[in-house]
């Protein structure tokens, strides 16, 4: 009897687990949804990419000579749905049986096993860890480190090691990658490839409202594509990458970032390929070690600690908010006004791109939403539509743990919060801002400041003690009562001038 083989639009590998011992009566489905395209307002960049790599995989199993049951969004038969999909294909084909790879989101999952049919959900092997290796390690430990987690992943794959020790003799070259933005930026930035003119028509026709530019259209939608971005930007870029990757510049979008987490992430490249090519241009001498560490540390450690992470914690995860936040997301994080540049310059690359890179991320809008008290489940779905990166499995454990300490600390040792001071030493965003980074209150003081002071007094009860922010409060404790009043009331002011919709 034939078997239906779901292939979901981020499982675009050959080595995907679904696929091995294929058949030749099998019959693999894939499927443009409603669904999928819809439950959250996906930028329309992201819709495309996946739309557009989904009927090139098509192709290519049609060209293995696999059988392919694909459906396109417009098709009028669409059942709207994976399960639908499959249940619409499973009466076409005469068979009760499926076999999937494990969706990286809780609601697939569930979705897949209720589901009247005989399904199989094989483990995705495209990751280091496995799951039961990942609780393993997690057991019994009071913190769930990354960096310990990472170390066991070098041992695992051997990236950077010698004779069991690490290469250089340190884990982790981070305090290497911390300087400021460089006045010349010697990389041009991602190779462009051209869009296919049908899906782009069709996701400008459905899609057309969502937030985010369509065009122009630049993103690798093939494995052969991104590959060629790939030894570009191994070429090219990343002897650099290390010592500027947390630096931001108001007329630089992409700095020395290799931008292939899209490309990982939906399966048109391998995680530990990638690594592998990383770690050789070290060993040729073409790439210093603060670099090659730095980007290997992103993948088999950052990346595989946070998939860990999603499937240790379970589908109530998005919906934690320790910090009991409840402000609505503010317009201007989809595109709205704003005077602070930062924030502007960020959104409108998010718009434009459907990209910010990770201290964009976490220390600009991720720092801002937390220090203003938004409601993480709002700033939760907000990442989940604008990045064409973005797939629950790594973007909930980022923003709900890592970026607004909504899990009570799971991911982090305290919450990443920081003054102006902090954009202001890694980008040029201040020098050109309404605001005075300098000014600690009054009407012309960044918000940052003002936030930053606002959001330690909120929650002093449940950070004083934290070892790693004790010095925050000693120094609060020191200022003139006159000047603590003054903070908190401008905060207070500032932020009933945000809820009220004034552009601030």
């Not at 790879?101 to 483990?123: C, F, K, M, Q, S």
């Not at 809008?365 to 989940?384: C, K, R, S």
């Not at 919450?415 to 102006?420: A, H, I, W």
């Not at 936030?451 to 004790?470: A, T, V």
Request: glycine fraction near 8%; include cysteine.
């Amino acid at each position: 009897m034939a078997r239906l083989i779901l292939v979901l639009g981020d499982q675009l590998s050959p080595s995907l687990s679904a696929l091995n011992d294929i058949g030749p009566d099998d019959v693999i489905v894939m499927a443009e949804v409603a669904d999928e395209t819809s439950y959250v307002p996906h930028h329309p960049k992201k819709i495309a990419f996946v739309l557009t790599a989904m009927r090139k995989f098509a192709d290519y199993l049609r060209g293995q000579g696999h059988r392919v049951a694909y459906t396109k969004l417009d098709d009028p038969d669409n059942a709207g749905s994976i399960t639908g999909e499959l249940l619409r294909r499973a009466e076409e084909h005469g068979t009760s049986t499926v076999v999937a790879t494990e969706p990286g989101e809780w609601r697939l999952i569930a979705a897949l096993n209720d589901l009247p049919l005989d399904v199989t959900i094989l483990p995705d092997t495209r990751f280091i860890a496995t799951h039961s290796e990942f609780e393993a390690w997690a057991e019994g430990r009071k913190e769930l480190r990354m960096e310990w987690f990472y170390r066991d992943m070098r041992r695992k794959t051997g990236l950077l090691m010698d004779e069991g020790k690490p290469e250089g003799g340190k884990w982790n070259f981070d305090h290497d990658n911390r300087k400021a933005a460089p006045k010349d930026v010697t990389y041009y930035g991602p190779m462009e490839f051209s869009p296919d003119k049908d899906v782009m028509a069709l996701v400008a026709d459905r899609f057309g409202d969502n937030f985010g530019d369509l065009e122009p259209f630049w993103f690798a939608t093939d494995a052969a594509q991104a590959q060629h971005h790939f030894e570009r930007w191994l070429q090219d870029a990343l002897p650099s990458f290390g010592d500027y990757q947390d630096a931001m510049l108001n007329e630089n979008k992409f700095l020395y970032h290799s931008v292939i987490g899209l490309y990982i992430n939906a399966g048109l490249l391998d995680a530990l390929a990638v690594c592998r090519a990383v770690e050789a241009e070290y060993t040729a001498g073409r790439a210093p070690i603060n670099a090659v560490e730095g980007f290997i540390r992103q993948i088999i450690g950052w990346r595989e600690y946070m998939r860990g992470i999603y499937f240790l914690e379970g589908p109530d995860y998005m919906s934690r908010n320790v910090l009991g936040h409840t402000r609505d997301l503010p317009p201007f994080f989809w595109g709205a006004a704003t005077k602070m540049n930062c924030i502007a310059k960020t959104v409108d690359q998010t718009k434009t791109d459907a990209y910010a890179h990770h201290i964009q991320r976490l220390m600009v809008t991720g720092n801002f939403a937390l220090l203003a008290g938004i409601d993480p489940a709002h700033v939760h779905e907000w990442y989940l539509a604008v990045y064409a990166d973005a797939y629950e499995w790594v973007e909930a454990p980022n923003v709900i743990g890592m970026s607004q300490y909504a899990d009570g600390g799971i991911v982090g040792s305290k919450p990443y919060v920081s003054s102006g001071a902090y954009i202001s030493r890694m980008s040029d965003y201040c020098k050109t801002c309404a605001y005075k980074v300098k000014d600690k209150t009054g009407e012309d003081a960044c918000p940052f400041n003002l936030l930053y002071w606002d959001f330690l007094i909120r929650h002093r009860d449940r950070f004083s003690n934290n070892p790693r922010m004790g010095n925050m409060y000693r120094t609060w404790d020191r200022m003139k009562d006159d000047h603590k009043e003054s903070v908190l009331q401008d905060a207070a002011t500032w932020l009933a001038r945000m809820e009220a919709g004034e552009v601030v």
